[in-house]
């Protein structure tokens, strides 16, 4: 029924830049904390970041002064600018929203397809 769709991967060097996007078919999604994950061949999927409505945000110590989050209520889309990118990054990135404030995966509620980012050495 809510519908998140991630944009903005592809292939960069390492230490080069991108902006991934997410929009949310929802009325609500100012109500919704959004956070984003990633999913590296033969790993377990990671939390990377969450912003939550007030704009508070948390992230990974991985990503911290590399990645940062933000949202555009009225585009219904939440943003993630990551700099600096480094091999390790490579991983499927996944959207996701959460009714409550949460870290962890099986807290949120809506998933979505998720978004490639391949960064070269």
């Known amino acids: 029924q809510v519908q998140l769709v991630e944009s903005g991967g592809g292939l960069v060097q390492a230490g080069g830049s991108l902006r991934l996007s997410c929009t949310a078919s929802?009325?609500?999604?100012?109500?919704?904390?959004m956070g984003w994950f990633r999913q590296a061949p033969g790993k377990e999927r990671e939390f990377v970041v969450r912003?939550?409505?007030?704009?508070?945000?948390y992230y990974a110590d991985s990503v911290k002064g590399r990645f940062t989050i933000s949202r555009d209520n009225a585009k219904n889309t939440v943003y993630l600018q990551m700099i600096r990118l480094k091999p390790e990054d490579t991983a499927v990135y996944y959207c996701?929203?959460?009714?409550?404030?949460?870290?962890?995966?099986?807290?949120?509620?809506?998933w979505g397809q998720g978004t490639q980012v391949t960064v070269s050495s």
């Open positions: 996701a929203a959460a009714q409550r404030a949460t870290t962890e995966a099986y807290g949120y509620d809506y």
């Open positions: 912003i939550r409505s007030s704009y508070s945000t």
């Open positions: 929802v009325r609500t999604f100012s109500s919704y904390t």
